[in-house]
């Protein structure tokens, strides 16, 4: 094998120092692609590391999450995308989405509770509107909608 690694344009994650994570950043928590809410240093200690202690929140399903890492250590960061399309209807809990080039988009699943509720009614109107949806980690989810 080579020298030079070569890099999946595919990729899910990339990978990062612990001690460069910010606050409103990304980074994979048990699994999960999360945004970091809050994040503390510890000073070194006997044992002799520095320590990150961060908490994120699942930007798919708002679970929190917590996890504690030299910071040092490599973690992963989701590779986060946020594309907006215009709403076209809705057929069997998926939502049917125009991209800007009017290509069909129709595997993101209707959104529950209030944002749900907004979808329905912009569906019942037929009013134009404005959805984003984010992407990461081979998951997306609509997070917001707008008059067009």
């Not at 529950?112 to 509720?117: D, F, K, P, T």
Request: glycine fraction near 10%; include cysteine; charged fraction near 25%.
């Amino acid at each position: 094998m080579s020298d030079i690694e070569s890099f999946d344009g595919d990729a899910l994650t990339s990978q990062c120092v612990a001690s460069d994570l910010r606050k409103s950043g990304h980074v994979v928590i048990k699994g999960r692609p999360c945004k970091i809410v809050d994040i503390s240093t510890s000073r070194t200690g006997k044992h002799g590391h520095t320590k990150s202690h961060v908490v994120g929140i699942d930007i798919f399903t708002g679970k929190k999450y917590e996890d504690i890492v030299a910071s040092s250590q490599s973690v992963d960061v989701p590779i986060v995308h946020r594309n907006e399309y215009s709403l076209d209807g809705a057929e069997d809990g998926y939502l049917v989405l125009k991209d800007a080039d009017g290509n069909s988009k129709t595997d993101v699943p209707m959104p529950e509770h209030e944002l749900g509720n907004a979808v329905s009614d912009y569906l019942e109107s037929g009013d134009a509107c404005t959805i984003t949806v984010v992407g990461a980690m081979n998951e997306q989810a609509c997070v917001g909608i707008k008059d067009a």
